[in-house]
């Protein structure tokens, strides 16, 4: 396929709800939009840089100066056979995967689409529902978590992933144990913590969670691996892996027993798909998070979570949850734990172009 025309846009979300996490927090997105174009096919992405560079370096300006000024003058025009190649003309460029993945996934959209097959079935998925989860963020005190729980336990989730940071951590979910016992819970601290907590967090040994989501330096291996080897939960690496090579260093380390995959974070669904082959591979779970993302987005996370090896619930929460209005049609919804894996062709949803174009601050095209 040839790759005829690329456009960016960006469109503001307002989030139904402020959404706070130990490292910052985020109401209003600024979501990067991409398209690309050509042989009479579409590929639609979303670049999942927050605005600010709290949990990566990143940052929606950061993605746009980079996608604007070196990536996309340069794809537009090639020959493209495999989504993979997308990127070749700008191997040399360092760094800047939530970039990059946007343009790589857009490819594989557009690839999909190409072969009138689902992004699901292209990327090698066998499910066509996947086990679907809800992030939590802080909230002010226990009654106000313990009501929004009580909510999405209702809407159907099948596990309920909690943030947690130094004095909101093991009394609350002590507290939300006791009150529910049974539940599906995990704990996600944004690195919140260092080596010098590890009595803290070996307390969490005795509440049954899942797992506790990348609790010490955003970009840490080896104290991870020293953390792991004196606490019983497991330790799942989310800002820590950007890469198939981090996947491969938190293996060897033993920094963790789970990953965490975001396309976007880790430079596109190949990447996505390699670390998942790895887990596998070493007989390790995976599970696919998410960004707050728009239901393009979105798309592309359930797709990805049809892999065989998305055994654990996503972050890949209902349009509902997150916004009054999605900009996809059908909204994804969940039920019974679940979120069903479009089967159109490509991410498999429409796009409410008309809705975008009225929303978009700022666009620019390379033909
Ligand atoms: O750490 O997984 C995270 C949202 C923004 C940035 C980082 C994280 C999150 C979430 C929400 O936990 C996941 C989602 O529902 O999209
Ligand atoms: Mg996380």
Same mark, same amino acid.
């Given at each position: 396929?040839?790759?005829?025309?690329?456009?960016?846009?960006?469109?503001?979300?307002?989030?139904?709800?402020?959404?706070?996490?130990?490292?910052?927090? +985020?109401?209003?997105?600024?979501?990067?939009? @991409?398209?690309?174009?050509?042989?009479?096919?579409?590929?639609?992405?979303?670049?999942?840089?927050?605005?600010?560079? +709290?949990?990566?370096?990143?940052?929606?300006?950061?993605?746009?100066?980079?996608?604007?000024?070196?990536? #996309?003058?340069?794809?537009?025009?090639?020959?493209?056979? %495999?989504?993979?190649?997308? @990127?070749?003309?700008?191997?040399?460029?360092?760094?800047?995967?939530?970039?990059?993945?946007?343009?790589?996934?857009?490819?594989?959209?557009?690839?999909?689409?190409?072969?009138?097959?689902?992004?699901?079935?292209?990327?090698?998925?066998?499910?066509?529902?996947?086990?679907?989860?809800?992030?939590?963020?802080?909230?002010?005190?226990?009654?106000? @978590?313990?009501?929004?729980?009580?909510?999405?336990?209702?809407?159907?989730?099948?596990?309920?992933?909690?943030?947690?940071?130094?004095?909101?951590?093991?009394?609350?979910?002590?507290?939300?144990?006791?009150?529910?016992?049974?539940?599906?819970?995990?704990?996600?601290? %944004?690195?919140?913590?260092?080596?010098?907590?590890?009595?803290?967090?070996?307390?969490?040994?005795?509440?049954?969670?899942?797992?506790?989501?990348?609790?010490?330096?955003?970009?840490?291996?080896?104290?991870?691996?020293?953390?792991?080897?004196?606490?019983?939960?497991?330790?799942?690496?989310?800002?820590?892996?950007?890469?198939?090579?981090?996947?491969?260093?938190?293996?060897?380390?033993?920094?963790?027993?789970?990953?965490?995959?975001?396309?976007?974070?880790?430079?596109?669904?190949?990447?996505?798909?390699?670390?998942?082959?790895?887990?596998?591979?070493?007989? @390790?779970?995976?599970?696919?998070?998410?960004?707050?993302?728009?239901?393009?987005?979105?798309?592309?996370?359930?797709? #990805?979570?049809?892999?065989?090896?998305?055994?654990?619930?996503?972050?890949? +929460?209902?349009?509902?949850?997150?916004?009054?209005?999605?900009?996809?049609?059908?909204?994804?919804?969940?039920? %019974?734990?679940?979120?069903?894996?479009?089967?159109?062709?490509?991410?498999?949803?429409?796009?409410?172009?008309?809705?975008?174009?009225?929303?978009?601050?700022?666009?620019?095209?390379?033909?």
């Amino acid at each position: 396929m040839r790759i005829e025309r690329a456009t960016l846009r960006e469109i503001p979300l307002r989030l139904k709800e402020f959404f706070e996490i130990s490292s910052g927090g +985020s109401q209003d997105r600024r979501v990067l939009l @991409l398209t690309l174009e050509g042989d009479g096919l579409e590929g639609w992405s979303e670049c999942v840089a927050s605005a600010d560079p +709290s949990y990566a370096y990143e940052t929606t300006d950061t993605a746009w100066h980079v996608l604007t000024d070196f990536i #996309l003058p340069r794809i537009v025009g090639r020959e493209v056979g %495999n989504p993979v190649d997308v @990127l070749t003309p700008v191997s040399w460029v360092r760094g800047h995967g939530m970039a990059k993945a946007a343009v790589e996934m857009a490819a594989w959209d557009m690839a999909a689409r190409a072969d009138g097959v689902s992004l699901s079935r292209k990327l090698g998925g066998v499910r066509d529902e996947v086990p679907v989860g809800v992030s939590v963020g802080l909230k002010p005190n226990d009654e106000a @978590l313990h009501e929004q729980v009580e909510g999405f336990l209702a809407d159907g989730y099948a596990r309920v992933k909690i943030k947690i940071k130094p004095g909101r951590d093991v009394e609350m979910l002590a507290g939300l144990r006791e009150r529910f016992p049974d539940v599906a819970f995990m704990a996600d601290a %944004n690195s919140a913590y260092t080596l010098a907590d590890v009595a803290r967090l070996k307390e969490l040994d005795a509440l049954d969670l899942m797992m506790i989501e990348q609790p010490l330096r955003y970009d840490d291996f080896l104290q991870h691996a020293r953390l792991q080897e004196q606490i019983e939960t497991p330790v799942c690496l989310d800002e820590s892996v950007k890469s198939v090579g981090d996947a491969e260093l938190a293996l060897e380390l033993a920094s963790c027993r789970i990953i965490n995959i975001k396309p976007g974070r880790v430079g596109g669904l190949e990447a996505s798909r390699g670390i998942h082959d790895l887990m596998r591979g070493a007989g @390790l779970a995976v599970w696919c998070g998410g960004m707050l993302e728009s239901g393009v987005g979105r798309a592309h996370n359930v797709a #990805l979570a049809s892999l065989p090896g998305f055994t654990l619930p996503g972050d890949i +929460s209902a349009s509902s949850r997150y916004w009054e209005r999605d900009i996809v049609s059908p909204e994804f919804e969940v039920s %019974n734990g679940t979120m069903a894996v479009p089967t159109g062709a490509g991410i498999g949803v429409e796009i409410d172009v008309q809705r975008i174009e009225a929303l978009t601050t700022r666009a620019r095209t390379f033909a």
